[in-house]
Every structure is written in structure tokens, then in C-alpha cells.
């Protein structure tokens, strides 16, 4: 959510700055805008919708100059999406300007005190404070005076900040929201992920909670509130640039679909070593392991779908008590957690608001967290006992498909490893759950060569108005996935069911031609969800029914039938999913939705 970056050197920063803003797209916004030092002044210009609207505002940045500039990408929290609420904002009189993402929460507090000293406010927004503060408390020192500022902000923040005086300097702060810094030759950048400034540069550095840098043409420095320098280690970006560009593909969420079974291999090969699973990310004992008495995992949306299928595969291979739990409820229920409780986060992002809370409150109840995340050094993996990282790469698309199939990698990794070490696996289960851990990449591979048949039938099918997923288990798990997936890029009502619970009530929906899409990979429960599919054709169903090869039987109880390779019955989400998200890809495609970027969300949630 929200976009920062940040250009000083000697050549014309407009250009970079709405480059480096269009590589931060995928994150979600509703605004845009620049502000740039022309040497005597700052010039901000700002648009509300789709950045176009700024680059044709800006002469696609030939009518702005200057060698030192911020830009953002704003996804309205406080105050609607207009020019007005777009940042960068000014302090009072112009000499001040701030780019910011997260949130200030005590905006209202500090507002009401500035206006009583008689400064007046632009916008809604809660970022004008900050500009705000800082002209209040100016006094000669830019750095002195942000520090100031900063023990009065409550919330979370990455600020980019610079001032009319002196067009040597941008100054930027990171508390709880990502911001790196880039380094080149005589120029310097700030961005909120790597793919804004991979153009330019490689190195960068990743700044933590209350660092204070402080970028200059000729280099930069890194200091604390205190003052104190912090010497940080360089970190150099080894993506392929391809990995953060489309790559030939019309849009992002395709080529991710199509990466998947790299994306699968780069996570699990490195954590096998003859045969078995080594995972030294993970501190835990074998006696810590067996004193817990439950598992609890913490996520929000796609990442909390792993976590269903997640306690289905726990359960079965640890025999513990696994519950999986919305990130936003969890942490205001007052959980029962304790140091009892092993607590499995997963989080793509690494920063969404909700999921960063949760892991919190479940540490502050002595809980051991181990988290699953694909953002390295972002602030759920900071704030773990363990983290696995997912070796998933840059994820652009909204909605995520990569990322999804890796976290679900990890999860089938720390299951048989966690079985392993309690004892409750057999050595034969245990290599042949390995070789179909390993098998999982190629037979994706083959799902994915079938893709035409699945834009066949999203042909047929993407005039439907309402959509159900049914399944039992394991399946209904995927369901989940399968139904988000589809509403959120195609905008199609769809819902997931248990399939024994559509006669509870939902099945009064069903009429004549509504889709149902009927999950039965599950093989111990695959006559069940016959029945159940059984029971929507009577009463006028369309079914599409998804199923593995050996199971042709279905093809006699539903329209259409997509059939994927066998796998054992804990790893079959892996290949059902692939799919699920080709057929949302395709419906969108001819629905003519913005599949990248639906409507009205974010790839990042850092806001609750
Ligand atoms: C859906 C999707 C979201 C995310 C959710 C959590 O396609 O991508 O539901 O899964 O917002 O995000 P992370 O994994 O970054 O914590």
C-alpha cells in the first residue's frame, strides 16, 4: 500500500521518480505525485487515479526540473482519493515537503495543536502533520528538527522528506513500514521495494525500526535518533531484472502462474540434503517441540488459506491440535496462547498490518513464532523467533499465485520434518512424502500445458454471475483459495462451501445454469462430493467438476471435468490450485478487468 521513492544526483529526477513510481504500482493506489527542488523553490505536482494522469500532467516529467525529488503512490486511509490528499504534502509556507506510508495516529491530537499555533491545513490526511511539525520546529538543523518530530508521531511510517533550503539532501526515516535505500554513483535513491530502483542499482540498504538516513549525491549516511552513526552491512539485489519486469507476458499474474514450479524448486531443494529435510532456520529442540499442545497460525487472506490447508496436514502427520486464525480476530479476542502454543505466521509481504499485530500479541503470551514469509528483512521476519523464507521472488500481481504455492511448499517441509522429529512418521511415509514433495514442480508443469483447455471453458463460463467452490477437507480448503482468487480479479460474486454444508441452506441458490465449481481430489471422500455435486445438477447446476486422472467416473456426473495428475492426498491443493487461478485469470482477461491491479486493493496491507 502506498509507494515511496526518492532521486539525488545531477541528472533530472522526474523521469526516475515516475519510473520508479510505475514499478510500485502493483502495491495499490488511487493518487499520485512529485515534488522536486528546482533550485529556488518546491514544485509538487499531483494526480488523483492512474498514473498516467501524473505523467501527462508532468510532460512525463519534462516539465518539472531538478536534481533532487520524492514521489508517491497513494492508497487513500485518511481523507478520499483527491489532488488535494495526494502527497507529497507541503508544510504551511511551501519550504517543506513529505512523502509517507503507514499511518499516524495521533494525527488529530497533533493537528488540533498546530492550528491553535495558528497553521493552516490543506487535507485530510494524517501525513500533513508531519510537514507541518517539521516547519513548527525548524529551527537551522533538518536532521535535529525530523528527530523532534519523530518523538511526537505515534504509529507506523517511511517518510521521505525534503526542503527547499537545501537541494543537497533528502532525509528518510523507516518506524514499522519498508523503505530502502539505494546506492549508485554520484546519485542516491529511496524506494519502498527493490523493483523501483533495480534499473539503476543493485545495492542497497535495508533500513530498520528509528534509522535515520540521510542521502546525499556523494554517498549516505545512516544515523539513529540519538545521532549515532550505524554502520549497515550492503546488501546486493541478485533478481534477475526479468524477475521484476513482465518478461513477454501481458500481465504480471500470468507469468507468476507460469513461474510456479521454479518457484517451488528454489524453495524446497535447498532445505533437502540426501533425502531428508533440513531446515536450520529453525531453532527449536526436539523437547521444545514436543511440549507444545497446540499449533496456532496467523495470516490474512491467500496466506491464511495455506493455513487452512495447513491444519489439515499438521493434524494429520502431528497428531496436535491445529488452529488456523484470521490475523485481524485473532488479536482481539484475547486468544488462549501461551509459551504451550507453537504460532506459524504467513504473511507474502512481510508487512501486512493485521498478521504483524497478531505475531505480536501472540509473542507478548510467550508463544514461540516461526514465520513463513517471501520479503526478506520485512517486519514479520524481523519480529520472529524463526523465519522460512520463501524463495518465491518478487511478486507484482495483486493477487498472489507464487507466493501461495511456496508458502504451501514450506508448510509440507516443516510437517514432515516436525513428524520426523516427534516420532509420528514412518520411515517408508517419510520418503515417499519427499519424492512427492519433489515430484510437485514437473507435475505443475504439465497442469500448466493444459492451460488451453481451462480459457476453453473460461470462454463458456465468464458470463456467470454467481459462483460456488465446493469441496470436503482438503478441498474445501482450496475452495477458499479457488472462490478469492476468482471474485477478486473478476469481480464475479463467488463463494467456497463445504460441500456437506450446502444443504444447510446455500443449496436454496442454486437455479437453473449457476456455476458450480466441485473440488474432489480428496480420494477418501470423493463419493461424498459426487453426492453433492449430484444434488446441484438436479436442481439445474452448471457443474465444472476438478479431479485427479485416475478418477474418470466423474466425468458422468459433471458438464465439464479438468483433471490433474495424482499426488498423495496432503499435496494435491499444490496442483489443484494451478487451475483455479488460470481459470480467474482467464475470466477476468475477457471480463477486460484490470488483472494486475483490481479495483480497490493493495499488494502490501499495512493499514488494519
Ligand atoms: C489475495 C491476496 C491477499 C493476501 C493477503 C495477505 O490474492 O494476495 O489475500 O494473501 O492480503 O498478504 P500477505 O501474504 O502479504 O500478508
Redesign the pocket.
Known amino acids: 500500500m502506498c509507494g515511496i521513492v526518492g532521486y539525488i544526483g545531477y541528472e533530472q529526477a522526474a523521469p526516475f521518480l515516475l519510473k520508479g513510481l510505475e514499478k510500485l504500482e502493483y502495491r495499490g493506489y488511487d493518487s499520485a505525485g512529485i515534488c522536486l527542488n528546482d533550485g529556488q523553490k518546491l514544485v509538487v505536482r499531483k494526480a488523483k487515479g492512474k498514473l498516467q494522469e501524473l505523467k501527462e500532467l508532468t510532460g512525463y516529467g519534462k516539465n518539472v526540473s531538478g536534481t533532487v525529488g520524492i514521489g508517491h503512490t497513494r492508497w487513500a486511509t485518511h481523507g478520499e482519493p483527491s489532488d488535494v490528499n495526494a502527497h507529497p504534502h507541503l508544510s504551511d509556507s511551501c519550504r517543506f515537503a513529505v512523502v509517507h506510508n503507514g499511518i499516524i495516529e495521533n494525527y488529530l491530537q497533533l493537528k488540533e495543536y498546530l492550528t491553535s499555533k495558528g497553521m493552516v491545513f490543506r487535507s485530510k490526511t494524517d501525513t500533513e502533520v508531519i510537514a507541518q511539525l517539521i516547519e513548527y520546529y525548524y529551527h537551522g538543523d533538518l536532521i535535529d528538527t525530523v528527530i523532534k518530530v519523530l518523538s511526537k508521531l505515534e504509529g507506523s511510517y517511511a517518510l521521505g522528506v525534503i526542503s527547499q533550503e537545501n537541494p543537497n539532501e533528502i532525509i528518510a526515516v523507516r518506524k514499522e513500514s519498508p523503505l530502502i535505500i539505494g546506492l549508485g554513483e554520484n546519485e542516491n535513491y529511496i524506494a519502498s521495494d527493490v523493483p523501483a530502483i533495480l534499473a539503476k542499482t543493485r545495492r542497497i540498504y535495508r533500513l530498520e525500526n528509528n534509522e535515520i538516513a540521510i542521502l546525499r549525491r556523494d554517498g549516505v549516511k545512516i544515523i539513529n535518533t540519538d545521532r549515532d552513526e550505524v554502520h549497515k552491512q550492503e546488501e546486493i539485489i541478485n533478481w534477475d531484472i526479468n524477475a521484476a519486469e513482465k518478461g513477454g507476458y501481458e500481465h504480471f499474474m500470468f507469468k507468476e502462474i507460469m513461474e510456479q514450479p521454479k518457484a517451488i524448486r528454489d524453495t524446497v531443494t535447498p532445505r533437502l540434503k540426501n533425502g531428508r529435510v533440513v531446515l536450520d532456520e529453525i531453532s527449536l529442540t526436539p523437547e521444545q517441540l514436543r511440549s507444545f499442545r497446540k499449533i496456532n497460525i496467523l495470516?490474512?487472506?491467500?496466506?491464511?488459506h495455506v493455513g487452512v490447508v495447513a491444519k489439515y496436514v499438521f493434524e494429520k502427520l502431528l497428531r496436535i491440535p491445529v488452529e488456523a486464525d484470521l490475523a485481524s480476530e485473532f488479536r482481539y479476542r484475547d486468544p488462549i496462547v501461551d509459551e504451550k502454543t507453537l504460532t506459524i505466521v504467513?504473511?507474502?509481504?512481510?508487512?501486512?498490518a493485521d498478521?504483524k499485530e497478531a505475531l505480536k500479541e501472540a509473542k507478548r503470551r510467550g508463544s514461540h513464532v516461526i514465520s513463513i514469509v517471501?520479503v526478506v528483512g520485512s517486519a514479520i521476519a524481523c519480529e520472529s523467533d524463526d523465519v522460512i523464507y520463501t524463495w518465491a521472488g518478487p511478486e507484482i500481481a495483486?493477487?498472489?499465485t507464487k507466493?501461495?504455492s511456496t508458502q504451501l511448499a514450506v508448510v509440507y517441509l516443516l510437517a514432515i520434518h516436525f513428524a520426523e522429529l516427534l516420532g509420528t512418521i514412518t520411515e517408508e511415509d517419510y520418503q515417499n512424502y519427499i519424492g512427492e514433495l519433489e515430484a510437485l514442480p514437473s507435475k505443475i508443469e504439465q497442469i500448466l500445458q493444459n492451460e488451453k483447455q481451462v480459457q476453453f471453458l473460461a470462454s463458456k463460463l465468464f458470463h456467470s454471475k454467481d459462483v460456488f467452490f465446493i469441496g470436503r477437507n482438503i478441498d474445501y480448503a482450496l475452495s477458499l483459495e479457488g472462490s478469492?482468487?476468482l471474485k477478486?480479479i473478476s469481480y464475479i460474486h463467488s463463494e467456497a462451501y463445504a460441500a456437506g454444508e450446502l444443504k444447510h441452506g446455500t443449496i436454496s441458490l442454486i437455479e437453473k445454469g449457476t456455476l458450480v465449481i466441485a473440488l474432489a481430489t480428496h480420494e477418501p471422500l470423493i463419493a461424498k462430493t459426487i453426492s453433492n455435486i449430484q444434488e446441484v445438477q438436479t436442481r439445474g447446476a452448471y457443474v465444472l467438476c476438478l479431479a485427479c486422472e485416475d478418477h474418470r467416473e466423474v466425468e458422468s456426473v459433471a458438464q465439464s471435468t479438468i483433471f490433474i495428475p495424482k499426488a498423495c492426498d496432503m499435496m494435491l491443493p499444490s496442483l489443484a490450485v494451478v487451475p483455479l487461478q488460470l481459470f480467474a485469470y482467464y475470466v477476468a482477461s475477457l471480463k477486460g478487468c484490470d488483472i494486475d491491479k483490481p479495483r480497490n486493493l493493495a499488494?502490501?496491507?499495512t493499514v488494519e
Do not use: M, P, R
Open positions: 495470516a490474512c487472506g491467500s496466506a491464511y504467513i504473511s507474502q509481504s512481510g508487512e501486512t498478521t517471501n495483486v493477487a498472489t507466493a501461495y478469492l482468487k477478486e499488494k502490501s496491507v
